[in-house]
């Protein structure tokens, strides 16, 4: 996760800024989190809460089984694949545990005979009769034959209005959310068996490179909220926002108060707390509710981002501008494309100005733009991805020193197997006390203009030149805005002056 600052200079704040998403690190209220989870999943009967999790364990099972089936596999080798799964080694025991009242432990998920016997039930129905099963009607005979039943025996009728709903309603976005915690959480096991000593870094450095961050999450987080709300971008930004946070808390579990590596069956004591089974059973658009008050909201997207869809700047790579500097500024962003990231500047403002470029926090160009002047600048989507892009505008002030002010702008640049390609068109306003004499509004954002400048090379990183000058930033120099884990409070008094500590 990258926290950059929203605003002039990155004066006024203090933030971690980690650039890698294997060291996310929200400024957020994270108890307050999990929190409202545990609330939440205390209102949930444990029938329902052992209906969904069977259910969709069962039903991830049955479209494993069709995969192979619809493969050509023979019935022995569908077994024997499907007892190597993750869906039956971890997914079903939980669920399995779950219903029997049982604690989510290493050993009742490997060892617990009756945990095993059922699972094994399980598998050879779901190979045999998969598709009648999943009716809402014959799953619960099921249940009940499995003898796993007994929390549904005592549920009233709103829970059991409540499981009915989510026997219907199938493989959710939810559901699929819950499954990735739970794959988290046995990946951490996994190092936790292979090295019970290992710290809280090591395991998320693992886990940075894991398919479950670098593909898994971004899959879900991506597909599970197409056509569930009017507002799919925020939504989604909005659970990225959040897995992060689980992510995070489910990694910090690994470590007691005094900074000691956990047992595998603390850990997992200590995780059963969280409340996660809860995020099973809310649709998406209620997660994202429930717990957007708890995320930092100057955080932006993160590398959980995944590819994605084509969209404006501003809903698919949440571009954001404060203040009234690049107030105006708009783009779009293409998966499939020539991997060319093309900027252009046009101006509004009475003085001359410079953009400071920052991708992650780092200085990489300087663009000067004069005033009423159109000016280009060029990078690559390979140069500039899973990091983000800030622009920070240096003008004059009343006695001509530069000064970082007026506001800034952000947006996030995701990666892309297909090239991408981002068009943004920047608009330089002037300050509100002379913005009389700015150059006027027509043209906004366009691309051409008789005094356009070239500026910039795609072939050389953050590059860019005016009248055959090469200015690339500096930490010491205008503008600068410091990677430094933390960002240190300056003295804009002076140009670039943002100290690190």
């Not at 953009?355 to 992650?360: C, E, Y």
């Not at 010491?476 to 960002?487: A, D, K, Q, Y």
Request: glycine letters at 10%; one cysteine or more.
């Amino acid at each position: 996760m990258e926290c950059i600052p929203q605003s002039a200079d990155c004066t006024k704040q203090m933030l971690k800024k980690v650039t890698s998403v294997g060291t996310v690190a929200l400024n957020a209220a994270t108890a307050g989190i999990f929190g409202e989870l545990v609330k939440a999943s205390k209102a949930i009967t444990l029938g329902v809460k052992c209906g969904q999790k069977l259910f969709t364990a069962t039903s991830s099972l049955k479209s494993y089984v069709d995969e192979l089936q619809a493969n050509g596999a023979e019935s022995k080798e569908i077994l024997s694949l499907v007892n190597q799964s993750d869906l039956v080694v971890n997914q079903l025991p939980t669920a399995v545990s779950t219903c029997l009242g049982l604690p989510v432990s290493e050993d009742t998920l490997k060892f617990n005979a009756e945990v095993v016997g059922i699972v094994n039930q399980i598998v050879m129905e779901v190979v045999a009769n998969g598709a009648s099963l999943l009716h809402p009607k014959n799953f619960l005979a099921f249940m009940s034959d499995l003898g796993v039943d007994d929390s549904v025996k005592d549920m009233d009728g709103d829970s059991v209005a409540q499981l009915q709903d989510v026997l219907t309603s199938g493989v959710t976005c939810g559901s699929k959310l819950q499954a990735i915690t739970s794959q988290v959480t046995q990946f951490i096991v996994g190092i936790k068996e292979k090295d019970p000593s290992a710290s809280v870094s090591a395991i998320r450095q693992a886990l940075s490179i894991s398919q479950l961050l670098v593909s898994d999450i971004p899959d879900v987080t991506n597909n599970c909220v197409r056509n569930v709300t009017d507002d799919a971008f925020t939504t989604r930004d909005s659970l990225r926002a959040i897995m992060s946070t689980i992510t995070d808390g489910l990694v910090d579990k690994a470590e007691d108060k005094d900074g000691k590596a956990t047992s595998t069956a603390d850990y997992l004591a200590s995780v059963a707390k969280m409340g996660l089974d809860v995020i099973g059973i809310l649709d998406p658009t209620g997660i994202a509710d429930m717990l957007s008050t708890f995320i930092q909201p100057i955080c932006g997207p993160t590398s959980f981002m995944g590819e994605i869809d084509d969209g404006s700047l501003e809903d698919a790579l949440a571009l954001t501008t404060e203040g009234e500097a690049f107030k105006g500024s708009y783009g779009s962003w293409k998966r499939v494309g020539d991997g060319a990231v093309n900027i252009t500047f046009k101006s509004f403002d009475s003085e001359d100005v410079t953009v400071v470029i920052h991708s992650g926090g780092d200085s990489v160009a300087k663009v000067k733009v004069r005033s009423g002047e159109t000016v280009t600048w060029s990078s690559t989507v390979k140069e500039l991805q899973d990091k983000t892009l800030y622009f920070d505008r240096w003008r004059p002030n009343r006695f001509g020193i530069p000064r970082s002010s007026g506001g800034s702008l952000v947006l996030w640049v995701s990666h892309s197997s297909a090239g991408g390609n981002i068009q943004l068109f920047v608009k330089i306003n002037g300050d509100d006390d002379d913005s009389s004499k700015s150059s006027g509004s027509s043209g906004e954002g366009s691309g051409s203009s008789a005094s356009e400048v070239q500026v910039g090379d795609s072939s050389e990183e953050g590059s860019a030149s005016y009248d055959g000058v090469t200015q690339v930033g500096d930490s010491s120099e205008e503008g600068s805005c410091s990677s430094s884990s933390v960002i240190q409070v300056g003295d804009s008094s002076e140009e670039g002056s943002d100290n690190v500590s």
